[in-house]
């Protein structure tokens, strides 16, 4: 694990990699265009994480930086998986400096409520509050550009 780092920088994610993941691999991302990508991530703040000279993890924070925060498109490849590379991940998000403080910090899993447990996390206290408007199909429904 000593290999494996951390790093906010944009300037070091790979951007293609990370395309490549979500839009091929991921349940919740499948058919994402590149150019919505990297809208994402010009609009977020991204942690890469690196081992064996190649980005193998990787996780995205939408805020405000003041009040809320939401948590998005968290991976480690499935090669890297079982290594504690997503706790790792994880602590450095919610060590971030712009990330303290917040009043709400939220995300949606379909398969690691264990690893968020570990960071604070729970069902919604008041579900009935929320809300969502969500189009699950909506990169595989889009006609071609």
């Known amino acids: 694990m000593s290999d494996f780092h951390i790093s906010t920088d944009p300037a070091e994610l790979d951007v293609p990699a990370i395309h490549q993941f979500l839009s ?3 349940s919740w991302a499948t058919g994402m ?3 919505v990508l990297r809208r994402a991530l010009a609009h977020s703040l991204c942690f890469g994480g690196y081992a064996d000279g190649r980005q193998v993890a990787f996780a995205r924070v939408v805020s405000d930086y003041a009040t809320f925060a939401n948590l998005v498109d968290v991976y480690v490849l499935p090669e890297y998986r079982g290594r504690g590379f997503s706790k790792r991940l994880m602590a450095a998000v919610f060590a971030h400096e712009d990330l303290q403080g917040l009043r709400r910090f939220t995300l949606a899993t379909g398969d690691a409520h264990g690893l968020y447990a570990r ?3 729970s069902a919604p206290l008041r579900p009935q509050s929320l809300m969502e408007r969500y ?5 595989t429904d889009a006609p071609a550009a």
Do not use: H
């Open 24 to 26: 091929t691999q991921s």
């Open 135 to 139: 189009f699950p199909t909506l990169y």
């Open 119 to 121: 960071f604070g996390f």
């Open 33 to 35: 265009p590149m150019v």
